[in-house]
Every structure is written in structure tokens, then in C-alpha cells.
């Protein structure tokens, strides 16, 4: 089993950052893949930003050059650095991990104001 408590969401202006964690727990080693989803209110949850175990990334055109997602192995922690943040990208954001299933944390609010 595997545990995912993401924290530092909150309300921010536009053009604001934010910077997301997540820490992991249970059988979750350093070559996983963890990464970012968010899901909109009405919307489905999509990928934001995903890095493996050698720390190769992947995001969402929608946040290239705004976002950076980072992981600290030795902390089992995960990081979504988000800066230019624009009002699309109120979501709740939700933590995944692969550890030869899907793992989701309980999710964490952002909120964006014009």
C-alpha cells in the first residue's frame, strides 16, 4: 500500500505561485513515477506535470514554462512549483504515484482570482 498527503494549495491572485508537496508512505521506492493531475470543476482529471524514478518529466501544454515538478528521493516528496499561475488553473490537485497500481492523495485546492 501506498499513501499520498499532498499540502500547500490555497488562494492566490493571478500571476501568483504556489508550491504543491507531496510525501509518500508505504511501498513507494525512489524509481516510481509520481507526478500531478488536476480535475475542474464539471471537468475530467487530467495530467499536469509527471517525473520518474531518473527524474524524466512530462507536462501539460497548458502549464510548459510556468510549471516545474521536482522530487526529493531521500523524502519520498514530490513538488509541483507553480508560478504564473492564470485563474484556468483553479482545480483540486491530486498527487499519483505507479506502484504497480495507481495511487491517488486525497487532493488539495487551488484557487486562482483575476
Known amino acids: 500500500q501506498v499513501q499520498l498527503v499532498e499540502s500547500g494549495g490555497g488562494l492566490v491572485q493571478a500571476g501568483g505561485s504556489l508550491r504543491l508537496s507531496c510525501v509518500a508512505s508505504g511501498r513507494i521506492f525512489s524509481r516510481n513515477a509520481m507526478g500531478w493531475y488536476r480535475q475542474a470543476p464539471g471537468k475530467q482529471r487530467d495530467l499536469v506535470a509527471l517525473?520518474?524514478?531518473?527524474?524524466?518529466?512530462n507536462y501539460a501544454d497548458s502549464v510548459k514554462g510556468r510549471f516545474t515538478i521536482s522530487r526529493d528521493n531521500a523524502k519520498n516528496t514530490v513538488y509541483l512549483q507553480m508560478n504564473s499561475l492564470k485563474p484556468e488553473d483553479t482545480a483540486v490537485y491530486y498527487c499519483?504515484?505507479?506502484?504497480?497500481?495507481?495511487?491517488w492523495g486525497q487532493g488539495t485546492q487551488v484557487a486562482v482570482s483575476s
Open positions: 517525473i520518474t524514478g531518473g527524474g524524466s518529466t
Open positions: 499519483y504515484a505507479y506502484g504497480g497500481t495507481d495511487y
